[in-house]
Structures are given as structure tokens and as C-alpha cells.
């Protein structure tokens, strides 16, 4: 009998939620996705410390001969998660998401002036534009920044995403992919409960289940990629969905266990589904969004921790350059 994971595999496109290519090359997912958090654990391993290290090396040209290592880290910070990518992509045959600071992430001109660097850089490496997703946190000002670059023919993922409303509006700007964060959601509400949640009682599982639905049912063309999850459960619920991002150890998890896996989100049942649109505008995003309290309070953690995570990225870049710097004096 075929594995869960092959099975999920004839529903669902399976993306790798990992900056391992060892990993990637294991489960053959088609796309692979990353943030801070994942670039940072990848770059501390020894197996990658070398593309750090060719990062820093380039960056110390570009800046040239007496550059203080501040500005050197500046330049490799922009191109050490491209860098990354560009390794990704020779292990999965579709795309790779890369994500834009997440500082930025209520500044809409400077978002779109960061992803258009970050699709520069793909670019002048000789790969295609078609094979990047720009990763940029579902705020009002994320999602209009995402509105421009997808008119310029930049693909987004819009990550981060808790609610309804944030698909909406995400929908309506005509992004290319959603990232709807499952495990995140279901620990909100078991924080604020105190309740367990299993299977389709899953309080993740319902929102992305009512977000497919409302794309489907609407023909929006917006896809939904079910992101962070906590145990292979919430991802049966969700067979079906269009993408699915999976962490090593839950792909690993569903590759040892066999059974039959039923297609749980179909798009022909959403369709003669009855559901009601939700017109959209900022004044309307702005008051459903303070009036979920677990969409205000996980998108304002999630910028947190990704800032957090790129802080220590710089942190370790800094750590690196002092140490190349330091063998360099040596030799000279």
C-alpha cells in the first residue's frame, strides 16, 4: 500500500518547510518554501557554512578594499537567503519562496523595492522569475505591495495569514499563492481555551477549509497553501488543498505510515457550496482585523519572531565576517 505521502502527493502539491537541501533531495517535494527562522538553523549547519562563507566572501568585494565589516554584512544579509534559494531550486524541479525583511513589513514601497532587488539578484544568476515566490507578511500595506509587484509579473506568497479577512483581501489583489498558518492558529485557541483540538475540530483546519472554500467557490485564482503545522493529523484534514508546506519531520512521519488518505477539500463541492461574499476595502480589513483577536494577536507575534530571527541572522553573519576577517589578517 502506497505511503500517506505518496497519496497526499496525487491531491495536494507538497512543499518542503525547510532550508535543508538534504531534506528536499529525501522527500522530492515540488516547490520548497523559507523564512528567517529556517534560513538561520540552516546556515548554523556545517554542511551549508560554506554558502555563508561565499556570501561573505562576494559581499567583502562588492564592498571593496577597506570597507568596515557593518557595511559587509549589510550587503551579504540581502543576498545570504538568495543564495539559499538559488541551492533550493537545484533540488526541487518548482519554485522556492523567499522572504522580504520582515521590518518592512508595513512599509508597501519599500516591500516592493526589496522584492524587486530580491528578483534582480534571481535574475542576474540566470533564473527565472517564474521559479520565485516573494514572501511578504498579509498586513493591509503587505498585501498592496504584493498588488503592484504581481502586476509586474513578481509572484507572492503571502505568509503570515490568520483570517478571513487577510484571504479576502489577498484574493482580491490577485496575489499567487497564500500562506494560512494552521499549527499557529490552533495554539492560539488552545492557549485562550484551554481545550485540545484533533482533526476537523481543529480550529487551523476550519479556517483553511472556509479560505479554500471562498477561493473556490468564487473562482478566484489565488491559491491556498496550508503552512505550520503541529502533527500529520491537521495535514489529513487538509488533503486536497492546493499546496501543503511541510516540515522534515512530519514529511518523514507521513512517508512511514500507510492507509488509505481521503480527499477531504474538493473544488467542484465548494462550488455549489452557499457562501456570501465579503466585499473588501481597507476601512473593512482594518475593523475585521481588530476584531479577531487571534489574527491581531498572531500576525503582530509573527512579524515579532521573524525580526527576532533575522536579527540573529545578522548576528551570525557578523560572527562569521569577524572570523574570515581575522584568518585573512593572518595570512596577509
Known sequence: ??????????????????GDMQSMEKFKPTDATTNPSLITAAANMPAYSHIVDDVLKEAKKKA???????????????????????????????????EVDARLS????????EARSVIKQYEDAGVSRERILIKIASTWEGIQAAEQLEKEGIHCNLTLLFGIHQAVACAEAKVTLISPFVGRILDWY?????KDYQGADDPGVQSVTQVYNYYKHFGYKTQVMGASFRNIGEIIELAGCDLLTISPKLLEELDSKEGVLEKKLDENKAKAMKIEKIPMDKATFEKMHAEDRMANDKLKEGIEGFTKALEELEQLIAKRLAEISAKETVNA
Open 106 to 113: 508595513h512599509d508597501t514601497e519599500k516591500t516592493i523595492a
Open 64 to 98: 571593496g578594499a577597506g570597507a568596515d565589516d557593518k557595511k559587509v554584512a549589510a550587503e551579504a544579509f540581502k543576498t545570504l537567503a538568495v543564495a539559499f534559494g538559488k541551492k533550493i531550486l537545484d533540488a526541487v524541479p518548482g519554485r522556492v519562496s523567499t
Open 190 to 194: 488552545k492557549k485562550d481555551t484551554g
Open 1 to 18: 500500500m502506497a505511503t500517506l505521502l505518496e497519496q497526499l502527493k496525487q491531491y495536494t502539491t507538497v512543499v518542503a518547510d525547510t
